[in-house]
């Protein structure tokens, strides 16, 4: 791998993640030679020509080997953007998915049902911090709260809160509700969806198990979260402990086999509630909107 110009370098490295069908590979070849020349993408237009020194190439060829082996380019780069902010991402946390950005938007555009500014919004399952940060940062006079059960996932989404300036989020750890002590009037939920059978995609298997399984039929997490919020909903109507105040409004991310099998299941805990299943840009069941 001597005397390589970076034209050259870019497409041995596309060459080797093709041979592993990584479908991104060129572009992630791209990203990962401008991470070890420490240069943006862009330039290597202007530079495809020139010569890479031995030993950024030697580093390059480390990295493309970490990629072969299906580690996100997120965590081999540290980052990822999402909603246009650039989130730290590690083995801890869930990788952000664009398709994720549709549950941002659907809390927004729901502001005008509820009492905005006074509202509380409860991120479940927060990861990086991803939806919540980012509602935080488009809604700041919200009182925005992420939880998750994982204490290196909140080390996570605190260091992003600091990087994008974010000083008034709560964080808690928590399993689901148990540690909630707020009465929140929007909850958003991206929990742990995935069947054992989805578990084997080999584009997953190095992020974390506990951010992804769900059960059999990769609802079983959100049966408990509908068990709870009906609990504290009841435990309103009678006054007594630790309560939510109706309505509430609640946006659960599903994968798009799930969407009649969620609604069954809210119904079944939330008969008079008004649900509705959105779809995402490839026009796939993504989320639940729930009026409880």
């Known amino acids: 791998m001597s005397n390589f110009t970076v034209k050259q370098a870019i497409l041995w490295g596309a060459d080797k993640l093709r041979e592993r069908k990584i479908p991104s590979a060129r572009i992630d070849s791209e990203i990962l030679l401008s991470l070890v020349l420490e240069q943006p993408r862009e330039a290597q237009i202007s530079k495809s020509k020139c010569q890479i020194k031995p030993k950024i190439l030697k580093k390059f060829k480390g990295l493309i080997e970490r990629r072969t082996k299906n580690e996100p380019i997120a965590y081999i780069v540290g980052k990822k953007e999402f909603y246009g902010l650039d989130f730290l991402v590690t083995k801890d946390v869930l990788v952000p998915r ?30 990086s911090g991803c939806i919540g940060l980012t509602l935080a940062k488009h809604l700041p006079k919200a009182k925005v709260i992420c939880a998750d059960i994982s204490k290196k996932a909140l080390l996570v989404a605190r260091k992003n809160a600091r990087n994008l300036k974010l000083k008034s989020v709560k964080f808690v750890l928590s399993d689901l509700l148990s540690e909630i002590k707020e009465s929140p009037d929007i909850i958003v939920a991206n929990l742990p969806y995935l069947t054992r059978a989805e578990l084997a995609e080999p584009s997953i298997k190095k992020e974390p198990k506990l951010a992804l399984y769900g059960g059999q039929d990769g ?20 006054s007594e402990g630790l309560a939510f105040v109706s309505p509430l409004l609640l946006f659960c991310e599903i994968s798009e086999s799930q969407g009649k099998k969620i609604t069954a299941l809210a119904r079944r805990y939330f008969p008079k509630a008004e649900i509705e299943i959105k779809k995402d840009l490839a026009r796939r069941d993504r989320v639940m909107m729930a009026k409880l």
């Open 219 to 238: 609802l079983a997490l959100y049966e408990r979260l509908f068990r709870q919020i009906k609990r504290r909903l009841s435990l309103h109507a009678s």
């Open 98 to 127: 664009p398709e994720t950005e549709l549950l941002v938007d659907l809390v927004i555009k729901s502001l005008p049902t509820i009492h905005y500014p006074l509202s509380t919004i409860l991120d479940l399952g927060t990861g």
